[in-house]
């Protein structure tokens, strides 16, 4: 640790307590000179000898007649502190605050002279110090109480000399903000993209808050040039303008609301910009993706735009910038969009709408050969409104066995204040879909019909003989639960359920781009599942409607339907050929119940966590025979303690590589031992090239140890058998045990817990403790389980 490093807890640093012991027990001279002091401590200081230098200045602190005073003597009479770098002054100063902290001793008087007298010469000191010594000087001298005076005069001297973000701390630490022009102390670090110390400088204090956020506000207006702002301040020699863009600024200011807690119609200006970046966004999902309806884009497009001139102006730019004179016209008839500045094509094309009688969507909105079609009836799609409607359905959605599909909707919103409220749950099941409208069979809040529906939803999520499909089904369940209080804990209730998501990431298909890496116009998401299973997307351009508005439009009733119903058409098609998608696991064992079968199934397949990814595939047709825990053995990698002591506690043999251990040798173990290699990350690669095919899993980090533990023994097959639980220790690995009595039970619990007993060199194994003393008193027992194992346990029926 350098010495001239001040930052150190003195409640946590062992080393800044007193190292010198009782100050009682020695007697300690006083009177001593500071600048003698000081030299006496040179010479540690210059060999960084920390412990020995601590225990010297605090027994020179102790001799001194007033520490104060000495300090500022001290300060006075040298000059190394004066330049940029650590000193033995700085240190000493920090080291002193720390020292006072600890031996609390009078001090003179709040307002008294003699205070008064300290803090003047500390504030010309002040005027002089580098970083380094600012803390420890308004901490000792207590300078938030001094006169603001010259404290002022000092912060104003710094910020002329360019010196703001020493200005700015200095002044959040003196507690000086309501005396200084927040703008002209704020806007050089802004400018320098140095926010997190503006946000402390407004720490605590809502008004200055407020102007932040006005300040920043009224930098995301439109037209305006944050350049003229920069000439205002010509000592920021590095203005970062690409972090000042008005969408940039915009993210600021809207985390900084939701920090504070303010209300966004404080920031009109980044409303405006968030409309614009809205804008731009439906514009492109209109004109380029053609995934939005004309009736869902003009409907938001009219909700964002308003009357804003500018806004206006910004979307005719946006739509004449596209190349389809038919659609742009068709959006500016829709919205009713000044004329005046469109090209003469749009123009041409604009007047013969106005001429027809009745207008059509565009050509591209009803290609419904080109996507993913609902295989039931229309009638067959249940809109249900009220608890009376959806109660004659119960049976049917509680069925034990079956598959459903689980799916939500929601109005999107393009503006600052948090994910709207659910409108939609659907549920399809074989043959229908169930449509429920959220906000009717939840209101009013506590009602009977509420209550009942909730429950209804809690017997759904938590039947484990219902397997639950979905799509992302964690981050919907989060929702429900947020916009009703009702249904909080609905993602916790859930059982028996396959969030498809997770097999998609896991699933191979030939010539067909992997989740997340399709182009610009490619489905993505649960429509790029469904082409890749089922042969064509889905028609995604109701995704974005209004979910809010009743009664729902014919096309976003069939939308939602569709949204549900494929997932069960994907689990099926996955159900069926498995090895197509290069699929294992319960998915694959579930396959041999075949279809007809899946009602009498009474516990789902926990397929999400089964399915081997890409690069640990067995191969195809290729049965994995069942193995016993305790012929199972593997080695873990260092970083896989967890998931080595959850196997462990299921009778498996594991071995774990030390801290630091090369990777490299769990090759080697496993050549030797016949053992499986667990492993994570990029040691993934180079261990499964040194051991045959199969005898290398890579394991998913992001699962808690024990989900680690069941993927791999579905995985390998392994077959866990009451008599494997606990059959080996966490810690060591031992499988061999010992019975003792109560009794002597408790002696090794009281000898575990006292290392400084008699016991504590006697020899055990890795992770475990056992007194010499204990096991001689067993010798056969101790020879033949030693000779074995190396090592036993000993076990008691103490609870």
Request: include cysteine.
């Amino acid at each position: 640790m350098d010495p001239g490093d001040p930052a150190c807890d003195p409640a946590s640093d062992p080393a800044t307590r007193d190292p010198t012991g009782d100050p009682t027990a020695q007697s300690v001279p006083t009177g001593q000179d500071p600048l003698l002091f000081l030299q006496s401590l040179q010479m540690l200081w210059s060999t960084r000898e920390l412990r020995q230098l601590r225990e010297e200045a605090w027994r020179g602190f102790a001799a001194l007649d007033d520490p104060l005073t000495s300090l500022l003597d001290m300060l006075d009479g040298s000059q190394g502190w004066r330049g940029r770098g650590p000193s033995l002054e700085a240190w000493v100063a920090c080291e002193l605050k720390r020292w006072l902290q600890t031996r609390p001793r009078p001090r003179p008087a709040q307002g008294s002279p003699g205070l008064k007298q300290l803090q003047a010469r500390a504030v010309r000191v002040l005027a002089e110090s580098p970083p380094s010594l600012v803390e420890p000087l308004v901490s000792i001298f207590q300078l938030q109480d001094a006169d603001r005076s010259p404290l002022l005069a000092h912060i104003h001297r710094l910020h002329q000399e360019g010196r703001f973000k020493e200005a700015v701390v200095l002044g959040t630490k003196l507690q000086l903000q309501p005396d200084l022009d927040f703008e002209t102390m704020s806007a050089p670090l802004l400018l320098q993209d140095k926010v997190h110390l503006v946000e402390r400088y407004v720490d605590s204090l809502p008004d200055l808050q407020q102007r932040l956020l006005a300040l920043l506000d009224s930098w995301c207006q439109p037209g305006f040039d944050i350049r003229v702002v920069a000439r205002w301040y010509p000592q920021v020699t590095s203005v970062r303008l690409e972090r000042l863009s008005p969408r940039e600024l915009s993210r600021q200011v809207l985390r900084l609301l939701e920090r504070y807690g303010l209300d966004p119609a404080l920031c009109p200006n980044m409303i405006t910009q968030q409309h614009l970046a809205a804008l731009r966004y439906l514009c492109h999902k209109r004109l380029v993706e053609r995934s939005l309806s004309q009736e869902s884009w003009a409907e938001h497009v009219q909700g964002l735009v308003g009357q804003n001139q500018w806004l206006q102006e910004q979307l005719l730019q946006l739509l004449t910038a596209h190349n389809d004179a038919a659609v742009v016209a068709r959006c500016v008839l829709d919205l009713s969009l000044p004329t005046e500045q469109l090209p003469a094509t749009v123009a041409t094309e604009l007047n013969r709408l106005r001429l027809q009688e009745g207008t059509t969507e565009a050509p591209f909105e009803d290609r419904e050969d080109d996507h993913y079609q609902l295989p039931i009836a229309r009638e067959d799609i249940h809109f249900l409104a009220s608890w009376e409607a959806l109660s004659r359905h119960q049976e049917e959605l509680l069925q034990p066995g079956q598959v459903v599909g689980v799916d939500l909707e929601w109005k999107p919103s393009f503006c600052a204040g948090g994910r709207p409220r659910a409108s939609l749950m659907q549920v399809a099941v074989e043959g229908r879909v169930f449509l429920l409208d959220l906000p009717k069979l939840l209101s009013p809040a506590g009602g009977p019909a509420p209550r009942a529906f909730s429950r209804l939803v809690s017997r759904l999520l938590s039947e484990p003989s219902v397997t639950k499909l979905g799509y992302g089904m964690a981050g919907d369940l989060r929702s429900l639960g947020a916009s009703y209080p009702a249904l909080a804990h609905a993602e916790k209730q859930l059982r028996g359920s396959l969030d498809l998501l997770q097999v998609h990431k896991q699933m191979r298909v030939v010539d067909m781009p992997a989740p997340g890496v399709d182009g610009a116009r490619g489905p993505r998401g649960l429509s790029l599942l469904v082409q890749q299973v089922l042969g064509k997307p889905l028609d995604k351009t109701q995704q974005l409607s209004n979910w809010d508005r009743r009664p729902l439009g014919e096309g976003q009733l069939v939308y939602a339907a569709t949204d549900a119903y494929c997932l069960l058409e994907v689990y099926w098609a996955l159900c069926r050929e498995p090895a197509r998608f290069h699929l294992s696991g319960d998915l694959a064992r579930s396959l041999r119940l075949g279809r007809s079968d899946r009602s009498r199934m009474q516990e789902p397949p926990r397929l999400q966590k089964a399915l081997a990814s890409p690069r640990q595939v067995p191969a195809e047709g290729v049965a994995i025979p069942e193995v016993r825990a305790r012929a199972f053995r593997v080695v873990c990698d260092s970083m896989l303690q967890g998931l080595a002591r959850s196997l462990r506690c299921l009778g498996v043999d594991v071995l774990v590589l030390g801290a630091g251990e090369d990777h490299r040798r769990a090759a080697e173990v496993a050549r030797q031992e016949g053992r499986v290699i667990l492993t994570s990350g990029l040691p993934y690669q180079k261990l499964r090239a040194q051991v045959g095919a199969g005898r290398c899993l890579s394991v998913d980090c992001s699962l808690r140890a024990r989900q680690q533990a069941k993927a791999v023994l579905r995985h390998f097959n392994v077959r866990v058998t009451p008599a494997d639980i606990f059959s080996r220790c966490q810690a060591c690995n031992c499988d061999q045990y010992l019975k003792v009595s109560k009794d002597m039970m408790k002696q090794l619990v009281w000898l575990g817990s006292h290392p400084e007993g008699p016991s504590s060199t006697a020899g055990v194994s890795p992770g475990c403790c056992h007194p010499t003393g204990l096991l001689r008193s067993f010798p056969p027992l101790f020879l033949r389980f030693g000779a074995r194992a190396g090592a036993t346990h000993a076990v008691s029926d103490l609870p």
